[in-house]
């Protein structure tokens, strides 16, 4: 047998994997996990999506230390919960609690992680605020509106390629600012 033969060999000998649903694929069902159990990472998931608590701070140590951007996580945050609460008070039986989605899949490692890249994401201030409130309503729209039951990947991706033009929206309206303040 060639290499691909022995290396399955060795992985089909040394372990054991269990496949069960997300949280969010189970939502879709109707069967929330309990925020408790969200927060300290009590469910199944994919790596980096579980355990919201250990998400939060390691996101608190890198806008710490300076590496992740404070503008890019609140605008995220802030429009994805502002916006999952408008829509969850209008239509309860499409889309879930704020909290809930806050603390369930990938949103919070998508935040902390990848959308604060800073090659990336915007170069502004302004642009940055942008990228995280553009990021935050795709999150919502992809995935309560959509197949997809995740959403904050290809939202981050869309953000990605709006980057260059909202750091030029974002200069354009601070040198229209200059030029009314002159």
Same mark, same amino acid.
Request: hydrophobic fraction near 50%.
């Given at each position: 047998?060639?290499?691909?033969?022995?290396?399955?060999?060795?992985?089909? &000998?040394?372990?054991? $994997?269990?496949? !069960?649903? %997300?949280?969010?694929?189970? $939502?879709? &069902?109707?069967? @929330?996990?309990?925020?408790?159990?969200?927060?300290?990472?009590?469910?199944?998931?994919?790596?980096?999506? %579980?355990? $919201?608590?250990?998400?939060?701070?390691?996101?608190? @140590?890198?806008?710490?230390?300076?590496?992740?951007?404070?503008?890019? #996580? #609140?605008?995220?945050?802030?429009?994805?919960? $502002? =916006?999952?609460?408008?829509?969850?008070?209008?239509?309860?039986?499409?889309?879930?609690?704020?909290?809930?989605?806050?603390?369930?899949?990938? =949103?919070?490692?998508? %935040?902390?992680?990848?959308?604060?890249? +800073?090659? %990336?994401? +915007?170069?502004?201030?302004?642009?940055?605020?942008?990228?995280?409130?553009?990021?935050?309503?795709?999150?919502?729209?992809? &995935?309560?509106?959509?197949?997809?039951?995740?959403?904050?990947? @290809?939202?981050?991706? =869309?953000?990605?390629?709006?980057? +260059?033009?909202?750091? !030029?929206?974002?200069?354009?309206?601070?040198? &229209?600012? =200059?030029?009314?303040?002159?």
């Amino acid at each position: 047998s060639g290499w691909s033969g022995r290396l399955g060999q060795y992985v089909s &000998r040394t372990s054991d $994997a269990v496949t !069960e649903a %997300t949280p969010l694929m189970e $939502a879709g &069902r109707g069967v @929330f996990a309990g925020l408790s159990e969200l927060l300290i990472g009590n469910v199944s998931g994919s790596v980096a999506e %579980t355990s $919201a608590l250990a998400l939060i701070a390691g996101g608190i @140590f890198l806008m710490a230390i300076g590496v992740a951007n404070w503008r890019v #996580v #609140v605008g995220l945050l802030g429009s994805f919960l $502002a =916006l999952n609460a408008l829509l969850h008070g209008l239509q309860p039986e499409i889309f879930g609690p704020p909290g809930w989605h806050l603390l369930a899949g990938g =949103l919070l490692f998508g %935040t902390f992680f990848m959308a604060t890249d +800073p090659v %990336t994401s +915007p170069m502004t201030n302004n642009g940055k605020w942008m990228f995280g409130i553009l990021i935050g309503i795709c999150t919502v729209l992809i &995935r309560n509106l959509t197949g997809f039951v995740e959403g904050v990947m @290809f939202a981050i991706l =869309l953000g990605n390629i709006a980057a +260059p033009l909202l750091d !030029e929206i974002a200069l354009k309206l601070h040198v &229209r600012e =200059l030029n009314n303040e002159g």
